[in-house]
């Protein structure tokens, strides 16, 4: 089961239209995503402080899928963009919009049952009893004003009045009980097959394959296909059964759907990133970054901790994705972004874990000399990647002992009376770093068994510490540089082994494939060679042949 990062992160936690400039620097980047219409005469983004300003209403976030009980056009286009914004997972957004539906039709039920919706738990924000009395009061209201409604209308309000309910918290299994019910009595009805697929994910993440929320996920978008909220939990559906190739069909419309979304615009990371299309997975991001930015100028949203870490998380994939695949550029630049935006002041120890990406892509793809330049910071995790890249900028340069050193400051760290500060995944990432090392050291020494070794250490402690895949907290899967060393020993046969099972994780991994087809031709298996040399070439951002097997 893949670990939900996602999750993790979130909980340490008069009509106008997306910006052109923004959209289209999205579109820009990322082909695909299409630019949206201009800003419309008279807004001034940036003249409020988002806790004072207005909700305007933005184009560009997808589908509804759910009318508002309300003869009011301005109600009805405030509910229909609260629900845009609750499929792309910003809550607070939708709040005020639910709001602004409610000021203008007081007796629109659906209007206080969105508002009761957007303050209930998702995937990633569990718990939110702190959020339980106003959505309790909110679905009372709607309970109130329902006589009126259709059947699947009061469905979902008595589905909301359960999920309020009484108690402490949030009637979760109760709510997903009676919303499998009601999608089994109206089984046409898209809005409550994704609710109860939705409702089961909260209560269940250990899905499995065949479930009854991929069957109703997959008949709303057998339906309609552009349902972006549909889209939106398949990709999560299908991540947490290891089933991610199911959602790339959908998830490469996604980004067109819903352009000014930037959580929808980044969804399709996930499936892109575990099938190995790197190179798309960080150009979904690049977009997802450009579309925030532009939606915060624009809309200027409520600041939240929750959407300042989704803009980290977006960041973190765009890196990694990049580096998957040797591409310097997008890596430094969102890099640059990143140190800017979160890591001048004192970031949270999930945000400064994710920061080593930034330090990543300074050793593998910076300038040596400035890697080599920047003065050592004070925080242990900082320290620890300050010294990874410095190594990796040296092993760029063939001075093996040198990189050693690095490895050696890197165990001094780990060691020291700071080393507590580091936390659990700090310290599993910074023994990572100082095996890679230290098995760099050795390959350029020409100890390749000592290599080996170093290398195979690093990969048993990536392996238990069991980052995830949302995206991995260190960047490559070392078992190809045990790989690599093996290979350099003379065992073909055991380097084949070792890559089979990395490319099971890391399918379609460059480096990896080159050193496949380095193995083959070894192995006498010229067909086999030059096949996996050119699956490596297509997703390498440059010539792979040039990239050493020290360095893989």
């Not at 930015?293 to 949203?301: D, E, M, N």
Request: charged residues 25%; proline residues 5%.
């Amino acid at each position: 089961m893949r670990a939900l990062r996602t999750a993790a992160l979130a909980t340490a936690l008069t009509a106008t239209s997306l910006g052109a400039q923004g959209a289209e620097d999205a579109a820009r980047r990322t082909p695909d995503i299409p630019a949206q219409s201009c800003l419309s005469a008279g807004a001034a983004p940036g003249d409020a402080e988002p806790m004072e300003a207005q909700p305007v209403l933005v184009e560009g976030l997808g589908h509804a899928g759910l009318d508002a009980d309300s003869e009011d056009p301005e109600a009805r286009a405030w509910f229909a963009q609260g629900v845009r914004l609750i499929w792309a997972f910003d809550e607070a957004e939708a709040v005020r919009a639910f709001a602004e539906a409610q000021r203008r039709d007081g007796d629109c039920a659906l209007c206080f049952l969105g508002e009761a919706w957007a303050r209930s738990p998702t995937i990633n924000l569990r718990g939110r009893v702190e959020e339980l009395p106003a959505a309790r009061a909110a679905a009372r209201r709607a309970l109130a004003l329902s006589d009126g409604l259709s059947e699947r209308d009061r469905l979902l309000v008595q589905a909301m009045a359960i999920r309020t309910g009484d108690g402490e918290a949030f009637g979760q299994t109760a709510y997903a009980r009676f919303l499998e019910s009601a999608a089994d009595r109206l089984p046409d009805d898209s809005t409550l097959a994704i609710l109860a697929a939705d409702a089961q994910m909260q209560v269940n993440e250990e899905m499995e394959p065949g479930s009854p929320s991929q069957r109703r996920l997959e008949s709303v978008l057998a339906r309609e296909p552009d349902h972006g909220g549909a889209i939106h939990f398949y990709i999560h559906l299908t991540d947490w059964m290891d089933r991610q190739h199911l959602a790339v069909p959908h998830a490469e419309r996604l980004g067109r759907i819903a352009p000014a979304a930037s959580h929808l615009v980044h969804m399709p990371s996930h499936s892109f990133y575990d099938v190995g299309r790197y190179e798309d997975a960080a150009a979904v991001n690049v977009a997802a970054i450009a579309a925030d930015r532009t939606f915060a100028r624009v809309a200027r949203p409520t600041r939240s901790t929750y959407r300042w870490n989704l803009l980290a998380h977006n960041m973190h994939f765009a890196m990694n994705s990049a580096l998957a695949r040797g591409d310097g550029a997008t890596a430094l630049d969102v890099a640059r972004q990143f140190r800017a935006e979160y890591l001048s002041g004192e970031p949270d120890p999930w945000i400064r874990l994710m920061g080593s990406s930034v330090h990543y892509s300074a050793g593998l793809h910076g300038e040596p000399a400035e890697a080599l330049a920047a003065p050592e910071p004070e925080d242990a995790v900082d320290k620890v990647f300050h010294h990874y890249a410095r190594g990796e900028a040296l092993a760029r340069q063939g001075d093996g002992a040198a990189v050693a050193a690095e490895a050696r400051a890197i165990r001094r760290v780990r060691t020291g009376v700071r080393a507590p500060s580091l936390g659990a995944e700090g310290d599993a990432l910074a023994e990572i770093v100082q095996r890679v090392l230290e098995g760099r050291s050795a390959m350029l020494a020409g100890d390749h068994r000592r290599a080996a070794s170093a290398y195979r250490r690093a990969m048993q402690r990536q392996r238990a510490a069991d980052f995830g895949n949302d995206p991995p907290l260190f960047w490559y899967s070392v078992r190809r540089s045990l790989a690599a060393a093996l290979l350099a020993g003379g065992d073909a046969a055991g380097a084949r082994r070792q890559l089979a099972a990395s490319l099971r994780l890391w399918p379609n991994d460059p480096l990896a494939l080159y050193a496949l087809s380095l193995a083959e031709r070894r192995a006498g298996n010229a067909a086999s060679a030059d096949l996996n040399l050119a699956r490596a070439q297509a997703v390498w951002e440059g010539d792979v042949t040039e990239v050493p097997l020290s360095r893989i």
